[in-house]
T-cell receptor, first 111, second 109 residues
Framework: DAGVIQSPRHEVTEMGQEVTLRCKPI?????LFWYRQTMMRGLELLIY????????DSGMPEDRFSAKMPNASFSTLKIQPSEPRDSAVYFC?????????FGSGTQLSVL | GENVEQHPSTLSVQEGDSAVIKCTYS??????FPWYKQELGKRPQLIID?????GEKKDQRIAVTLNKTAKHFSLHITETQPEDSAVYFC????????FGAGTILRVKS
């Protein structure tokens, strides 16, 4: 298995633009998580899905953030409009039987 | 909700020495405690985990111990090597995985 696949690896955008991050979980995993990592706040859980259904989105910072999982093999995290304080590494992770596997992350820079 | 505290924030050891990182958790219902290693610019990777019905687990040079009464668990790395240098995260799971703030481990050769 190729593991959790995220795209793009790097994204540089200007404030106010829409940003879409993509994730393909490991086949057979029933949970999918979106985390954000910064030096100041560490690894923060934004939202997670179980069998494609959002379970807990209490970590989503604002209404500017939204996430979808239309099927078992694809999820998106969208930020609209983006702001400089959204700059961070965004990780997608999937799990089966509680073991979490991370993707390579998307380094987002909002100028 | 769950809160996980991790200490120390940085740790420097000489190559060949042991390293110990400690975490405490707040939710007594948490039942799964993994440890992740993150090298610079890379993804966190699972290195060892323990469930609440087990007190200790070992895998070669790394081990994890769990004290449910005191609500703390520790990562032990023996015979440290330069390639062990990384950031280590502990986590606790009840309904969702909550991570500690991380420990920067430096192994000096």
């Amino acid at each position: 298995d190729a593991g959790v696949i995220q795209s793009p690896r790097h994204e540089v955008t200007e404030m106010g633009q829409e940003v879409t991050l993509r994730c393909k979980p490991i086949s057979g995993h029933d949970y999918l998580f979106w985390y954000r990592q910064t030096m100041m706040r560490g690894l923060e859980l934004l939202i997670y899905f179980n069998n494609n259904v959002p379970i807990d989105d209490s970590g989503m910072p604002e209404d500017r953030f939204s996430a979808k999982m239309p099927n078992a093999s694809f999820s998106t995290l969208k930020i609209q409009p983006s702001e400089p304080r959204d700059s961070a590494v965004y990780f997608c992770a999937s799990s089966y039987n509680e073991k979490l596997f991370f993707g390579s992350g998307t380094q987002l820079s909002v100028l | 909700g769950e809160n996980v505290e991790q200490h120390p924030s940085t740790l420097s050891v000489q190559e060949g020495d042991s390293a110990v990182i400690k975490c405490t958790y707040s939710d007594s219902a948490s039942n799964y405690f993994p440890w992740y290693k993150q090298e610079l610019g890379k993804r966190p990777q699972l290195i060892i985990d323990i469930r609440s019905n087990v007190g200790e687990k070992k895998d070669q040079r790394i081990a994890v111990t769990l004290n449910k009464t005191a609500k703390h668990f520790s990562l032990h790395i023996t015979e440290t090597q330069p390639e062990d240098s990384a950031v280590y995260f502990c986590a606790g799971l009840r309904n969702k995985l909550v991570f500690g703030a991380g420990t920067i481990l430096r192994v000096k050769s």
